[in-house]
């Protein structure tokens, strides 16, 4: 099997407006990767459509169902 070899692509972007992205990137990746915890209040309280990929629960919850 191979050996994962990391091979920087920064040099690719040089002279570009992303060039200054990559050692933000470099110094922030821990963060950028780390969760956030958030909650979504609609997720509750929105009418329910679409199955409820999209909308809240709340109607469903008391019976009310479109």
Do not use: C, Q
């Amino acid at each position: 099997m191979g050996k994962p070899i990391e091979v920087s692509r920064a040099n690719d972007f040089r002279g570009t407006p992303l060039e200054a992205l990559f050692p933000y990137v470099e110094g922030h990746v821990r963060d950028m990767l780390r969760p956030r915890w958030t909650f979504y209040w609609r997720f509750l309280f929105d009418k329910d459509r679409d199955a409820y990929f999209f909308g809240g629960i709340w109607p469903a919850v008391l019976g009310r169902s479109t």
